[in-house]
Protein backbone atom coordinates (compact mmCIF):
# COMPACT_ATOMS: atom_id res chain seq x y z
CA UNK A 1 0.00 0.00 0.00
CA UNK A 2 1.30 3.32 -1.08
CA UNK A 3 1.77 6.28 1.82
CA UNK A 4 -0.57 8.11 0.13
CA UNK A 5 -3.34 5.07 0.00
CA UNK A 6 -2.84 4.34 3.60
CA UNK A 7 -3.01 8.08 4.87
CA UNK A 8 -6.86 8.06 2.55
CA UNK A 9 -7.91 4.54 5.04
CA UNK A 10 -6.45 6.49 7.95
CA UNK A 11 -8.20 10.16 7.35
CA UNK A 12 -11.68 7.95 6.93
CA UNK A 13 -11.58 6.54 10.49
CA UNK A 14 -10.54 9.84 12.34
CA UNK A 15 -13.11 11.98 9.90
CA UNK A 16 -15.79 9.52 10.60
CA UNK A 17 -15.36 9.66 14.25
CA UNK A 18 -14.88 13.77 14.31
CA UNK A 19 -18.44 14.30 12.46
CA UNK A 20 -20.04 11.63 15.04
CA UNK A 21 -18.97 14.23 17.74
CA UNK A 22 -20.26 17.38 16.12
CA UNK A 23 -23.46 15.52 15.15
CA UNK A 24 -24.39 14.79 19.13
CA UNK A 25 -24.08 18.29 19.56
CA UNK A 26 -27.27 18.76 16.86
CA UNK A 27 -30.66 19.66 17.97
CA UNK A 28 -29.73 20.57 21.69
CA UNK A 29 -29.90 23.50 23.50
CA UNK A 30 -26.93 25.75 25.65
CA UNK A 31 -27.66 23.55 28.69
CA UNK A 32 -27.82 20.09 27.17
CA UNK A 33 -24.44 20.58 25.44
CA UNK A 34 -22.64 21.47 28.38
CA UNK A 35 -24.10 20.10 31.35
CA UNK A 36 -22.35 17.01 33.20
CA UNK A 37 -23.66 13.56 32.80
CA UNK A 38 -21.21 11.44 34.57
CA UNK A 39 -19.61 12.05 38.39
CA UNK A 40 -16.77 12.93 36.63
CA UNK A 41 -18.03 15.52 34.46
CA UNK A 42 -18.50 14.54 30.91
CA UNK A 43 -20.11 16.63 28.88
CA UNK A 44 -20.84 17.11 25.04
CA UNK A 45 -19.44 20.35 24.24
CA UNK A 46 -16.37 20.09 26.71
CA UNK A 47 -15.54 16.71 24.60
CA UNK A 48 -15.31 18.75 20.98
CA UNK A 49 -13.21 21.31 22.73
CA UNK A 50 -10.95 18.93 24.13
CA UNK A 51 -10.86 16.73 20.85
CA UNK A 52 -9.82 20.40 19.29
CA UNK A 53 -7.06 21.15 21.26
CA UNK A 54 -6.40 17.48 21.33
CA UNK A 55 -5.55 17.86 17.36
CA UNK A 56 -3.55 21.36 17.71
CA UNK A 57 -1.31 19.61 20.11
CA UNK A 58 -0.51 16.24 18.05
CA UNK A 59 -0.53 17.48 14.84
CA UNK A 60 1.52 21.00 16.09
CA UNK A 61 3.98 21.08 18.50
CA UNK A 62 4.63 17.50 18.09
CA UNK A 63 5.88 17.80 14.25
CA UNK A 64 6.87 21.59 14.56
CA UNK A 65 3.78 22.94 12.74
CA UNK A 66 2.77 25.81 15.19
CA UNK A 67 -0.91 26.79 14.38
CA UNK A 68 -1.22 30.22 15.72
CA UNK A 69 -4.27 29.41 17.74
CA UNK A 70 -4.35 30.67 21.35
CA UNK A 71 -4.41 27.45 24.03
CA UNK A 72 -4.48 28.92 27.22
CA UNK A 73 -6.04 25.36 28.39
CA UNK A 74 -2.34 23.94 28.05
CA UNK A 75 -1.13 26.45 30.55
CA UNK A 76 0.93 26.66 33.35
CA UNK A 77 -1.93 28.50 34.78
CA UNK A 78 -4.57 25.96 33.95
CA UNK A 79 -6.68 24.35 35.69
CA UNK A 80 -6.86 20.42 35.53
CA UNK A 81 -9.78 20.03 33.00
CA UNK A 82 -9.83 23.25 31.66
CA UNK A 83 -9.97 21.86 28.03
CA UNK A 84 -12.86 19.39 29.22
CA UNK A 85 -15.79 21.96 29.50
CA UNK A 86 -17.30 24.92 27.88
CA UNK A 87 -17.16 28.65 30.36
CA UNK A 88 -20.71 30.61 29.53
CA UNK A 89 -18.30 32.70 27.42
CA UNK A 90 -17.20 30.17 25.27
CA UNK A 91 -19.54 29.56 22.26
CA UNK A 92 -20.97 26.23 20.77
CA UNK A 93 -19.84 28.73 17.94
CA UNK A 94 -16.55 29.45 18.89
CA UNK A 95 -15.83 25.50 19.74
CA UNK A 96 -16.79 24.34 16.60
CA UNK A 97 -14.69 26.62 14.72
CA UNK A 98 -11.69 25.60 17.04
CA UNK A 99 -12.53 21.95 15.86
CA UNK A 100 -13.06 22.52 12.44
CA UNK A 101 -9.72 24.56 12.31
CA UNK A 102 -8.14 21.79 13.82
CA UNK A 103 -9.27 19.57 11.61
CA UNK A 104 -7.55 21.55 8.68
CA UNK A 105 -4.15 21.90 10.74
CA UNK A 106 -4.40 18.23 10.57
CA UNK A 107 -4.91 17.57 7.23
CA UNK A 108 -2.18 19.52 6.56
CA UNK A 109 0.28 18.42 8.24
CA UNK A 110 -0.53 14.31 7.15
CA UNK A 111 -0.83 15.96 3.72
CA UNK A 112 2.64 17.30 3.58
CA UNK A 113 4.84 14.89 6.21
CA UNK A 114 5.69 11.09 5.12
CA UNK A 115 4.03 8.60 7.55
CA UNK A 116 7.24 7.96 8.73
CA UNK A 117 8.21 11.12 9.30
CA UNK A 118 9.67 11.81 13.32
CA UNK A 119 8.10 13.53 15.79
CA UNK A 120 7.97 14.15 19.85
CA UNK A 121 5.43 14.51 22.45
CA UNK A 122 7.12 15.80 25.38
CA UNK A 123 4.33 14.87 27.41
CA UNK A 124 4.31 11.69 27.26
CA UNK A 125 7.70 11.80 29.64
CA UNK A 126 9.58 8.72 28.03
CA UNK A 127 10.93 11.05 25.23
CA UNK A 128 7.65 10.68 22.83
CA UNK A 129 9.64 9.84 19.85
CA UNK A 130 6.94 9.21 17.36
CA UNK A 131 6.07 8.76 13.98
CA UNK A 132 3.23 10.77 11.74
CA UNK A 133 1.68 7.71 11.31
CA UNK A 134 1.78 6.51 15.49
CA UNK A 135 0.59 9.74 15.53
CA UNK A 136 -2.87 9.56 13.10
CA UNK A 137 -3.60 6.07 14.91
CA UNK A 138 -3.31 7.64 18.22
CA UNK A 139 -5.26 10.95 18.01
CA UNK A 140 -8.17 8.19 15.68
CA UNK A 141 -8.14 5.84 18.61
CA UNK A 142 -8.46 8.71 21.25
CA UNK A 143 -11.49 10.82 18.74
CA UNK A 144 -13.33 7.12 18.64
CA UNK A 145 -12.81 6.68 22.08
CA UNK A 146 -14.54 10.35 22.94
CA UNK A 147 -17.46 9.69 20.06
CA UNK A 148 -18.40 7.14 22.18
CA UNK A 149 -18.54 8.95 25.64
CA UNK A 150 -20.91 11.45 23.49
CA UNK A 151 -23.36 8.98 21.87
CA UNK A 152 -23.81 7.78 25.66
CA UNK A 153 -24.28 11.23 27.12
CA UNK A 154 -26.49 12.42 24.29
CA UNK A 155 -28.38 9.44 24.74
CA UNK A 156 -29.07 9.77 28.34
CA UNK A 157 -30.00 13.55 27.35
CA UNK A 158 -32.80 12.30 24.78
CA UNK A 159 -32.61 8.40 23.62
CA UNK A 160 -31.15 9.63 20.22
CA UNK A 161 -27.95 7.15 19.57
CA UNK A 162 -26.50 5.50 16.39
CA UNK A 163 -22.80 5.43 15.05
CA UNK A 164 -23.38 8.45 12.56
CA UNK A 165 -25.89 11.10 10.83
CA UNK A 166 -26.36 8.88 7.87
CA UNK A 167 -25.88 5.07 9.15
CA UNK A 168 -26.56 4.75 13.02
CA UNK A 169 -25.38 1.10 13.03
CA UNK A 170 -28.55 0.40 15.35
CA UNK A 171 -30.92 -2.39 14.88
CA UNK A 172 -34.40 -1.65 14.02
CA UNK A 173 -36.55 -0.92 17.01
CA UNK A 174 -39.36 1.49 18.27
CA UNK A 175 -39.12 2.84 21.75
CA UNK A 176 -41.31 0.02 23.00
CA UNK A 177 -39.23 -2.15 21.96
CA UNK A 178 -35.72 -0.97 23.06
CA UNK A 179 -37.90 -0.94 26.48
CA UNK A 180 -38.50 -4.49 26.74
CA UNK A 181 -34.90 -5.51 25.48
CA UNK A 182 -33.80 -3.02 28.80
CA UNK A 183 -35.98 -4.55 30.72
CA UNK A 184 -34.76 -8.43 29.61
CA UNK A 185 -31.33 -7.42 30.08
CA UNK A 186 -32.25 -5.43 33.64
CA UNK A 187 -33.73 -9.05 34.22
CA UNK A 188 -30.79 -11.48 33.13
CA UNK A 189 -28.55 -9.48 35.62
CA UNK A 190 -30.90 -9.37 38.86
CA UNK A 191 -31.25 -13.40 38.68
CA UNK A 192 -27.82 -13.58 37.57
CA UNK A 193 -26.62 -11.67 40.67
CA UNK A 194 -29.37 -13.26 42.57
CA UNK A 195 -27.69 -16.87 41.58
CA UNK A 196 -24.24 -15.55 42.66
CA UNK A 197 -25.22 -14.65 45.96
CA UNK A 198 -26.88 -18.34 46.23
CA UNK A 199 -24.15 -20.01 45.01
CA UNK A 200 -21.48 -18.01 47.35
CA UNK A 201 -23.60 -19.11 50.59
CA UNK A 202 -23.41 -22.56 49.82
CA UNK A 203 -19.83 -21.99 49.43
Same mark, same amino acid.
Given at each position: ????????????? @?????? #????? /???? %? =???? &??????????? @?????? #????? /???? %? =???? &???????????????????????????????????????????????????????????????????????????????????????????????????????????????????????????????????????????
Amino acid at each position: MTDLAAKADLHTY @LQGARE #ALLWK /LEGL %G =EYDI &RRPLTPTGTNL @LGLVKH #AAVGE /LAYF %G =EVFG &RPHGLPMPWLSDEAKPNDDKWARPDESRADIVAMYRRAWQHTDETIGALALDAPGRVPWWGDGGAVTLHHIVVHVTAETQRHAGHADIVRELIDGAAGLLRDMDNMPPGDPESWRNYRDQVEQAARSAAANGASAAADA
